[in-house]
């Protein structure tokens, strides 16, 4: 068997379900005989995908890999002799009678089936034919009749779509195997970016930069093997500077061979084409090279054909890997090179094109800096407008190269870095700007950004002192526009500081100027700021959600989809909707805004938060898990900092707590542990609650002394929180004194209602007052801020006072309802639930539904369930039967319950006597 291509990457990237796709149908998952066809680029991961599958398969199965190699088609079985190569147990009479040309093609075909029938036997195989587009028709043949034997094995072949047509033998293989057998095709795309970005950090045991693992993604075209190649060649260098560094001789030789016999004008096309850009418009390409139109289609069919460049659009065309581009342009000379981006240039401001970063390209190019310049800024603002945030930062970018200290590139820059969640850059970009701002509004909405990039950066010191600057200048300023905003920045700042009364003061005020001076966008700013904070408190939150509520549709029509996005987030993220269908659509809402704004974190991010949101108010606890888990793997290849660093971690850990996953908390814990500017009381509440479900007594208590001194530095509470650890405590075994402490510190004035209830009622139950936690149960078993879960629970809580008072049906009513709430739910609240209902002699919420009827009755009662039949009371079935009446009785009643019956008169017509 051939040695497998190795990757760079440890781990394999991308391609899990793939995976588990495969695995399934290898023995001893799948008895059977099963085909599968993988089909990819060259370079996409098609041979570390079957390495990963036989890397599963179970040691005594028998695996045969043969590859195909250009030149095949005249060496017949060329892949069968790869597969078999150095295997000392193929007989060498049977190896010649296939080599031997003058046996006719059935015979050696049989001949090639005899020698894998020797070699499998009966065992499970795995037989691998890889690069199928080169096989020779013998090979073709034999792979389709191993496909139509029988026995536990798994037949896969690889292949390369864009290299096969009609007359190669695999076109009619595949097509013969999709009549006759279940194929399972499975078809590699490139890595996304967020796959590229977990791949770089897999190979460097870092998380990589954003924007390095954007431009490495561009530069690659998210091919795995081109990325592996870079990393390979050039070990030592940081991921930011493998952007710049050019290409390796070797990866470069394979590129350019795939233009090297070009005729002259085809050349000559090609190089115009990769000085014009990533998009090469057919006029434009025209226009540069002089090229007819009929003469330039026939060069641009065959470079479509040999896979140099694809269709991207009517009239449009790309480059199939940036790479090759780039091995292009490397060889033409600097002058060749400048030519073209005059010609371009010129072209382009003939036409008046709409197009200001393929400008900005072209004048660069040619050295036109006044031209870039003006395209960049025109760029900048345009981008920003369609929400663009990281084409703009380039743009802008590209223009402070030039003039670093031109406000509105820096305003630009400032803003689409913090839209593109580029934070260090957005800080570095906004202080610049807001030092060098001519006017005072300019210097405001400097403040506003610098505020907000502060808090997501978690830098809390800095946000009092931008605040103190922002105060400063509004004392410097007239009443108007300048003023107003300001007050805006500064309402933003208490309000994310959690100073709500100071918020909502400089929220009126800037909402006064707004409308003395008729200023829209402060105003809708002012409002949102106010709304935001209304909905903080459970006595105000109805008139900030009326408040958001308005403000959405005047935000989106004016064209300020922040402001709207960031108030569709509020209004799904503290009490959502009533309506579920609702909350699914203010949620779509606010990420097709967040896209339109280009605000990245909403778009993404809290999207996933969202989703998992509305799978919990579902009662779905694995979907919410999911939604997670999947919003976790887009971020977790990316080096961030402040609040996105690992915006899904906690959230997620609070989840695997709910489910009894508690090795995952432990690695989130871990993970979060090395991040800087955790808020102080998340890691000891994570520990704490771990704690407790472990049992684990001194950690527990360690956690809890911790997490008692970072509360008392922090001014909010979350009833949530406090339900949670409350509910662990519990488990844990808590002294009572020592719960009634953490509960009273861990609740205050601002609590939500329901919240404050279910933790009283908790405790009451605890100090065994019954009928005070019995009456704070049913007063919120209906409540709509709480969901599924919370409600089961509430439920469960209920049922244990009412038993505790020997009411059972009262209790056997409650733990129904729970039992339909937690249906989607697991760990210790349905734990909670299952002693309940085995205290009722209930089945646990989870088992299997009961038979019923006569078939549910066991020998000994069919016995008595005749008896009855014939009349005979408890004393006499005693009698006949040697047991006590008591015991009869007892008897009496199981088979009522199981037949479904209240009479015992009605046995014999259920059981046909």
């Known amino acids: 068997m051939r040695t497998f291509r190795g990757g760079a990457s440890p781990v394999m990237i991308g391609r899990e379900s793939e995976l588990r796709r495969l695995v399934r149908l290898a023995p001893p998952a799948s008895e059977g005989a099963a085909v599968a066809v993988i089909a990819g680029e060259p370079g996409i991961g098609k041979t570390r995908l079957v390495h990963e599958v036989l890397a599963q398969v179970p040691p005594e199965t028998v695996v045969l890999v043969g590859q195909a190699e250009p030149g095949s088609l005249s060496r017949p079985y060329e892949v069968l002799l790869d597969a078999i190569d150095g295997r000392p147990e193929v007989d060498e009479e049977q190896l010649a009678a296939l080599a031997d040309a003058s046996r006719s093609p059935v015979e050696r075909l049989h001949t090639g089936l005899a020698i894998l029938a020797d070699l499998i036997g009966d065992a499970p195989a795995v037989i691998v034919f890889e690069d199928l587009h080169w096989a020779d028709s013998e090979s073709a043949a034999l792979f389709e009749r191993i496909a139509d034997q029988r026995g536990p094995r798994l037949l896969i072949g690889t292949y390369r779509p864009d290299e096969v047509d009609r007359r190669q033998p695999v076109a009619g293989l595949l097509a013969r195997l999709e009549r006759r057998h279940a194929v399972t095709h499975v078809r590699l795309d490139r890595l996304t970016p967020a796959q590229t970005a977990a791949l770089l950090a897999a190979v460097t045991g870092a998380p990589a930069p954003l924007r390095a693992a954007t431009a490495l993604h561009h530069r690659t075209g998210g091919n795995p093997f081109f990325l592996e190649e870079l990393l390979r060649a050039l070990p030592g260098y ?154 703009a930062l380039q743009l802008a970018e590209m223009g402070l190269d030039e003039v670093p200290d031109d406000t509105d590139l820096l305003a630009g820059a400032a803003r689409a870095s913090w839209l593109a969640g580029l934070l260090d850059d957005a800080l570095r970009y906004g202080r610049r700007w807001h030092g060098l701002a001519p006017a005072a509004t300019d210097r405001a909405e400097a403040l506003y950004l610098l505020v907000r990039i502060a808090w997501e950066s978690r830098e809390y010191d800095q946000m009092r002192a931008l605040t103190g600057d922002i105060e400063t200048l509004i004392a410097q300023l007239p009443p108007g526009a300048a003023q107003a905003r300001a007050m805006t920045a500064i309402a933003q700042s208490s309000y994310l500081r959690d100073e709500f009364e100071d918020a909502l003061l400089w929220c009126d005020r800037a909402l006064a100027l707004a409308a003395e001076f008729d200023l829209p966008a402060v105003r809708l700013t002012a409002l949102l700021e106010k709304g935001s904070t209304l909905t903080e408190r459970a006595q105000s939150s109805a008139e900030g959600r009326e408040i958001l509520s308005a403000l959405v549709d005047e935000a989106e029509k004016a064209g300020e989809w922040v402001l709207a996005a960031r108030a569709l987030n509020k209004l799904v993220q503290d009490a959502p909707p009533t309506s579920p269908a609702e909350h699914a659509e203010i949620l779509e809402r606010m990420r097709v805004d967040a896209e339109r704004a280009g605000l990245e974190s909403l778009s993404v991010a809290t999207y996933f938060q969202g989703r998992a949101r509305l799978a919990i108010r579902a009662g779905d606890l694995r979907a919410a898990i999911a939604a997670l888990e999947e919003g976790r793997e887009q971020d977790r290849g990316y080096q961030r900092r402040g609040r996105w660093a690992d915006f899904h971690g906690v959230f997620l850990a609070g989840l695997y ?257």
């Open 657 to 913: 707590l709910e489910a009894g996953e508690f090795d995952r908390v432990d690695q989130i814990i871990d993970d979060l542990a090395t991040l800087p500017n955790n808020p102080p009381t998340t890691i000891p509440g994570l520990a704490f609650h771990l704690a407790c479900r472990r049992h684990d007594l001194p950690r527990a208590e360690a956690a809890l002394k911790e997490l008692m001194a970072d509360l008392a530095e922090q001014n909010w509470r979350s009833g949530e929180q406090a339900h949670d650890l409350v509910s662990a405590a519990l488990e844990l075994g808590l002294p009572v004194d020592r719960l009634d402490r953490t509960a009273a510190v861990l609740l205050d004035a601002e609590v939500w209602d329901a919240y404050r209830t279910l933790v009283e009622a908790q405790l009451a139950e605890v100090h065994g007052r019954l009928a005070e936690a019995l009456a704070g149960y049913e007063s919120i078993t209906e409540d709509p801020a709480l969901g599924p879960a919370l409600r089961g629970t509430i439920r469960a809580g209920a049922a244990r006072c009412l038993l505790a008072q020997d009411r059972r049906a009262e209790a056997t009513a409650h733990v129904e309802v729970a039992a339909s709430l937690l249906r989607g739910w697991g760990g210790w609240r349905v734990a909670q639930l299952d002693q309940v209902r085995a205290r009722l002699g209930l089945a646990p919420a989870d088992a299997p539904e009961a038979v019923t009827g006569p078939a549910a009755l066991t020998p000994r009662e069919r016995e008595v369930a005749v008896l009855i039949s014939d009349g005979l009371t408890n004393t006499e079935l005693a009698r006949r039967l040697y047991i006590s009446p008591k015991t009869a009785a007892v008897h009496v009643s199981s088979i009522l319950r199981k037949l479904g019956i209240a009479s015992r008169t009605e046995v014999a017509g259920v059981i046909g006597r």
């Open 238 to 391: 940081a991921v930011e500077a493998l952007v710049e560094q050019p290409l390796p001789w070797s990866l470069a030789e394979v590129l350019r061979r795939q233009v090297d016999d070009l005729e002259p004008l085809s050349h000559r096309i090609v190089e115009a084409a990769t000085v014009l850009g990533h998009r090469i418009p057919f006029d434009l390409l025209a226009d540069v090279t002089g090229a007819g139109e009929d003469e330039l289609i026939a060069v641009l069919r065959d470079l479509v054909t040999r896979g140099v460049l694809v269709e991207s659009g009517e009239d449009e065309f790309a480059f199939r890997h940036a790479l090759v581009r780039e091995a292009i342009a490397d060889q033409m000379l600097g002058r060749q090179r400048r030519r073209l981006h005059e010609a371009a240039l010129d072209v382009l401001l003939r036409g008046g094109t709409s197009d200001p970063a393929m400008v900005a390209h072209h004048a660069r190019g040619a050295g036109r800096y006044d031209d870039m310049i003006a395209a960049a800024r025109g760029g900048t603002a345009l981008y920003l407008s369609i929400g663009s945030a990281y084409q």
